[in-house]
């Protein structure tokens, strides 16, 4: 019992002595998102200039599936930063959201400014993956005329490929599907599980087996691989 007594008042200290921040941070870690969210405001009161508090603000937001409250956050990164890559990356992706739950014509008033965004990323930090697999996913669902073009997207995807093996077969995996070209698809996928070998390269071979294909037994054999291969 002698011992108990200071063990429970060394708790008490240490949750006492955590920070408004560091509450926060693992509430948002376990997904507690609106929890989190309070504590940040409140740190960001006392602390106007973190930016990590700012970041953090702004990624609920996108977790909230709120995109529009999430874009003056990661504007501002932009502005207080303006050298940090992923502020420009996150910022496209939420406006891009915007845009995707937006009428036609408003959408397409956004165009510029989310491959601008996007463009802007890749100037910072020339090896940025998911800036590539942003631009790839724009240029192949706009239509021509508003800036679509799946030459370009094969030019990222090519990019992407030097950067990262697998995620280049499995861009033009992705491109190749989406144009209805599944053999072709289908070569790129099995590139990318002889390169990666990861549950998500065995995914997308599965899916287009099973959804695009109509093939379930192939879509059966290649989840019965990858549990061969992966088995302890």
Not at 23 to 32: D, Q, S, V
Not at 46 to 56: A, G, I, N, S, V
Not at 124 to 145: D, F, S, T, Y
Request: glycine share 6%.
């Amino acid at each position: 019992m002698k011992y108990f007594i200071p063990l429970l008042l060394f708790i008490s200290v240490s949750l006492w002595a955590q920070s408004d921040f560091d509450r926060a941070e693992n509430l948002f870690i376990h997904g507690k998102y609106i929890s989190a969210k309070s504590l940040f405001e409140r740190h960001l009161k006392q602390h106007p200039q973190d930016l990590k508090t700012l970041e953090y603000l702004g990624d609920i937001q996108c977790h909230l599936t709120n995109w529009e409250l999430a874009l003056p956050f990661y504007k501002t990164l932009q502005m207080r930063s303006p050298k940090h890559a992923d502020y420009y990356y996150k910022y496209g992706g939420a406006k891009a959201m915007v845009a995707k739950e937006s009428n036609g014509i408003k959408a397409l008033l956004m165009v510029d400014e989310i491959k601008s965004a996007f463009k802007k990323t890749l100037e910072l930090e020339p090896k940025h993956i998911g800036a590539r697999w942003a631009l790839i996913e724009l240029h192949i669902q706009l239509p021509a005329l508003v800036g679509g073009s799946e030459k370009k997207a094969i030019g990222f995807a090519t990019e992407l490929l030097k950067i990262s093996t697998v995620d280049g077969y499995l861009a033009r995996g992705h491109i190749e599907e989406h144009y209805n070209r599944y053999a072709t698809a289908e070569a790129q996928y099995k590139k990318a599980i002889e390169v990666g070998n990861s549950q998500t390269t065995y995914q997308k071979l599965a899916n287009l087996y099973q959804h695009k294909m109509q093939q379930p037994q192939k879509a059966r054999q290649v989840w019965a691989a990858y549990n061969e291969k992966n088995k302890s």
